[in-house]
């Protein structure tokens, strides 16, 4: 059998003299071009593919890989893939994709193993099948745990991610997220954030990530140099920030600084955000205007001040090279061409594969890229390096062994693995112990036996799922619910007149991109319409149902900070972080962790330990 690329660069001691020269470096075994090294520095999107494209999109989900796309991956050695929910339909199919691809790669002139990655942050950023696979209520939730737990749950949640990503055949997760939430206002990170406190942060960050690389999956640190203190998501827009440098390292890059001195990672994950302090350079956009170049595309902040002030030696990768922070100022192949100007070794999602009109797009791209390094716009010495870091990687996490494994054999075991009791045991635990209580009396949330019960919540599966954990917990439970979807005001002003306890629920802020997948479901999500009812008419029910003399209790699905607002309405509030629902495969039944820890603590069955991890004024 042909022997990788990596057994002999890294193995046989050779990488340094692979990368130290020019780009038609020979080594024993393998002819290394220029081309194949900047291939290796692309991880490609290949979500969606339709062979013959009928409609204007291609929203077909590539769930088994189609001979094309085999084919564009052994030709041009390319770097890695990343996969999104549309591609992981359950743990079978998964596995054999997953085996597919990187047989794809085994057949390349170079047989180099692919980064195979996903966002797999637990909690609202999750891509695997919840039913199937071990999601838990995510970093916020975490954070809440902190006080009384520790880095426990941290620890926990990443093992168990990590060996479940790891049977399915992935090797690289984009997680933990280790930004620092200091705005109310952020409306992609919130509770993809641990902490506003930049020492919990990096405690429970360093957690995780030593977890996840103990379990063999690489971990991504994100977003540097910090997207915590933004009112703006870079799916949408380019986010500035302009903390001083006293800030800067404290706040946004501190948890990365105290990782760093005891356990780096394999990766990190820059973002699409203007840091004037750090590099206050401009650039063109392909509109004409002058901006700041954001972080991703400064060498300033990815080489000079990430490589040379903090000392990172690892693999710099970049975010979604589709999100509008950066595809909204620059072409495709200046985004790329100014990506590896600044030294950062992936670029990720810059390339899209949605039909066979897009099967050449990989080659055009690598042209041009051949083109700016042999004309001194890129460093060929910098592509060596990177070259030589992912290679490295790739080797110290053995990625090759995916090339051998038998399909059936993995299936066997991930039928052992993923979800398997002890891990939704976990995540049950996860789900009570960050419950918290953040006003009124402990004896406030409690519901009791016979009491009748209104609910509001936001949409149809949380009211079944929330009614049934009550029901389970709480003998002789009359419930009733409004869903904020298709909401009837006469409807629910009667259930609300006829109830003893009110307890309504909001999520808050909106769905970000990240959470639905990327910029491709932001897209499709444009045209959909329906009657909601908006935070004002929530407000103004349990208002109502406060001057009724009802007891009111009102329930943060996200972040806590709405509850400055609704705790004017309630007798009590409680946060909870998550509310995310699957139905199980064989009883059907709706489950959502988050929802039955909640319900624990509304029977009075669990105290409500959590602490809110960031500030709620006004409390």
Do not use: W
């Given at each position: 059998?042909?022997?990788?690329?990596?057994?002999?660069?890294v193995?046989?001691?050779?990488?340094?003299?692979?990368?130290?020269?020019?780009s038609n470096?020979?080594?024993?075994?393998?002819r290394?071009?220029?081309r194949?090294?900047?291939?290796?520095?692309?991880?490609i999107?290949?979500?969606?593919?339709?062979?013959?494209?009928?409609?204007?999109?291609?929203?077909?989900?590539?769930?088994?890989?189609?001979?094309?796309?085999?084919?564009?991956?052994?030709e041009?050695?390319?770097?890695?893939?990343?996969?999104?929910?549309d591609?992981?339909?359950?743990?079978?199919?998964?596995?054999?994709?997953?085996?597919?691809?990187?047989?794809?790669?085994?057949a390349?002139?170079?047989g180099?193993?692919?980064?195979?990655?996903?966002?797999?942050?637990?909690?609202?950023?999750?891509?695997?099948?919840?039913?199937?696979?071990?999601?838990?209520?995510?970093?916020?939730?975490?954070?809440?745990?902190?006080?009384?737990?520790?880095?426990?749950?941290?620890?926990?949640?990443?093992?168990?991610?990590?060996?479940?990503?790891?049977?399915?055949?992935?090797?690289?997760?984009h997680?933990?997220?280790?930004?620092?939430?200091s705005?109310?206002?952020?409306?992609?990170?919130?509770?993809?954030?641990?902490?506003?406190?930049?020492?919990?942060v990096?405690?429970?960050?360093?957690?995780?990530?030593d977890?996840?690389?103990?379990?063999?999956?690489?971990?991504?640190l994100?977003?540097?140099?910090?997207?915590?203190?933004?009112?703006?998501?870079?799916?949408?827009?380019?986010?500035?920030?302009?903390?001083?440098?006293e800030?800067?390292?404290?706040?946004?890059?501190?948890p990365?600084?105290?990782?760093?001195?005891?356990?780096?990672p394999?990766m990190?994950?820059?973002?699409?955000?203007?840091?004037?302090?750090?590099?206050?350079?401009?650039?063109?956009?392909?509109?004409?205007?002058?901006i700041?170049?954001?972080?991703?595309?400064?060498?300033?902040?990815?080489?000079?001040?990430?490589?040379?002030?903090?000392?990172?030696?690892?693999?710099?990768?970049t975010?979604?090279?589709?999100?509008?922070?950066?595809?909204?100022?620059?072409?495709?192949?200046?985004?790329?061409?100014?990506?590896?100007?600044?030294?950062?070794?992936?670029?990720?999602?810059?390339?899209?594969?949605?039909?066979?009109?897009?099967?050449?797009?990989?080659?055009?791209?690598?042209?041009?890229?051949?083109?700016?390094?042999?004309?001194?716009?890129?460093?060929?010495?910098?592509?060596?390096d990177?070259?030589?870091?992912?290679?490295?990687?790739k080797?110290?996490?053995?990625?090759?062994?995916?090339f051998d494994y038998s399909?059936e054999?993995?299936?066997?075991?991930?039928?052992?693995v993923?979800?398997?009791?002890?891990?939704?045991?976990?995540?049950?635990?996860?789900?009570v112990?960050a419950?918290?209580?953040?006003?009124?009396?402990?004896?406030?949330?409690?519901?009791?036996?016979?009491?009748?019960v209104?609910?509001?919540?936001?949409?149809?599966?949380?009211?079944?799922?929330?009614?049934?954990?009550?029901?389970?917990?709480?003998?002789?439970?009359?419930?009733t619910?409004?869903?904020?979807?298709?909401?009837?005001?006469?409807?629910?002003l009667?259930?609300?007149?006829?109830?003893?306890v009110?307890?309504?629920a909001?999520?808050?802020p909106?769905?970000?991109?990240?959470e639905?997948?990327?910029?491709d479901?932001?897209?499709?999500?444009?045209?959909?319409?329906?009657?909601?009812?908006?935070?004002?008419?929530?407000?103004?029910?349990?208002?109502?149902?406060?001057?009724?003399?009802?007891?009111?209790i009102?329930?943060?699905?996200?972040?806590?900070?709405?509850?400055?607002?609704?705790s004017?309405?309630?007798?009590?509030?409680?946060?909870?972080?998550?509310?995310?629902?699957?139905?199980?495969?064989?009883?059907?039944?709706?489950?959502?962790?988050?929802?039955?820890?909640?319900?624990?603590?509304?029977?009075?069955?669990?105290?409500?330990?959590?602490?809110?991890?960031?500030?709620?004024?006004?409390?």
């Amino acid at each position: 059998m042909k022997k990788s690329i990596i057994h002999s660069l890294v193995v046989a001691g050779l990488a340094t003299a692979a990368v130290a020269g020019c780009s038609n470096t020979v080594n024993e075994e393998s002819r290394v071009t220029l081309r194949d090294k900047l291939a290796q520095k692309l991880i490609i999107d290949m979500r969606y593919y339709c062979p013959v494209l009928t409609e204007k999109y291609c929203r077909t989900p590539m769930t088994v890989l189609h001979p094309d796309l085999a084919k564009v991956i052994t030709e041009s050695n390319l770097g890695g893939i990343i996969l999104f929910a549309d591609n992981l339909e359950n743990a079978e199919q998964t596995i054999k994709l997953t085996h597919d691809l990187q047989q794809a790669a085994k057949a390349s002139s170079l047989g180099i193993p692919l980064f195979i990655t996903v966002d797999q942050e637990g909690g609202r950023v999750f891509r695997t099948a919840r039913h199937e696979t071990t999601a838990f209520t995510g970093n916020m939730a975490i954070g809440a745990t902190y006080a009384d737990r520790g880095t426990y749950f941290a620890e926990k949640s990443a093992e168990v991610i990590a060996k479940e990503l790891k049977v399915l055949g992935f090797n690289v997760n984009h997680a933990p997220n280790i930004d620092v939430n200091s705005n109310p206002k952020n409306p992609v990170i919130n509770v993809r954030s641990y902490s506003e406190n930049p020492d919990v942060v990096a405690a429970l960050g360093q957690a995780q990530i030593d977890a996840f690389q103990r379990n063999g999956i690489i971990g991504t640190l994100k977003h540097f140099p910090g997207h915590g203190d933004t009112s703006t998501d870079s799916h949408v827009g380019l986010p500035r920030v302009d903390h001083d440098m006293e800030t800067i390292h404290r706040l946004d890059v501190g948890p990365y600084k105290d990782i760093f001195k005891k356990n780096a990672p394999g990766m990190i994950m820059t973002t699409h955000i203007q840091y004037p302090t750090l590099d206050s350079s401009t650039y063109t956009s392909k509109d004409g205007k002058t901006i700041i170049k954001p972080a991703t595309m400064s060498r300033a902040i990815m080489t000079d001040f990430l490589r040379g002030e903090l000392g990172y030696e690892g693999v710099v990768i970049t975010d979604a090279m589709d999100m509008a922070g950066i595809s909204k100022f620059f072409a495709k192949d200046e985004a790329i061409i100014n990506v590896f100007r600044a030294g950062v070794d992936i670029s990720e999602m810059g390339i899209k594969i949605r039909s066979a009109e897009d099967l050449d797009n990989l080659n055009i791209m690598l042209d041009k890229l051949v083109a700016a390094v042999e004309s001194g716009r890129i460093s060929e010495q910098d592509i060596d390096d990177s070259f030589k870091r992912i290679q490295k990687l790739k080797k110290e996490y053995n990625i090759i062994e995916e090339f051998d494994y038998s399909v059936e054999d993995r299936i066997a075991k991930a039928k052992k693995v993923i979800g398997n009791s002890e891990h939704r045991k976990i995540e049950a635990e996860l789900s009570v112990a960050a419950v918290t209580q953040v006003t009124g009396k402990p004896q406030d949330v409690v519901i009791n036996k016979g009491e009748k019960v209104h609910l509001i919540m936001p949409d149809t599966s949380k009211c079944v799922a929330i009614e049934s954990s009550l029901k389970d917990a709480i003998d002789d439970l009359q419930v009733t619910c409004t869903s904020a979807l298709g909401f009837d005001e006469a409807k629910s002003l009667a259930q609300i007149a006829a109830a003893d306890v009110v307890l309504g629920a909001h999520i808050s802020p909106r769905q970000s991109a990240v959470e639905m997948g990327g910029m491709d479901d932001l897209k499709a999500n444009k045209a959909r319409s329906l009657k909601v009812a908006g935070v004002e008419v929530i407000y103004a029910l349990l208002e109502k149902a406060k001057q009724d003399d009802k007891r009111v209790i009102f329930v943060s699905l996200r972040t806590p900070y709405e509850i400055e607002h609704f705790s004017k309405v309630a007798d009590a509030t409680l946060a909870t972080y998550s509310y995310n629902t699957y139905r199980e495969a064989v009883t059907e039944k709706l489950r959502s962790p988050a929802l039955e820890g909640l319900a624990k603590v509304l029977a009075g069955k669990a105290p409500a330990k959590g602490v809110s991890p960031v500030t709620v004024k006004g409390v």
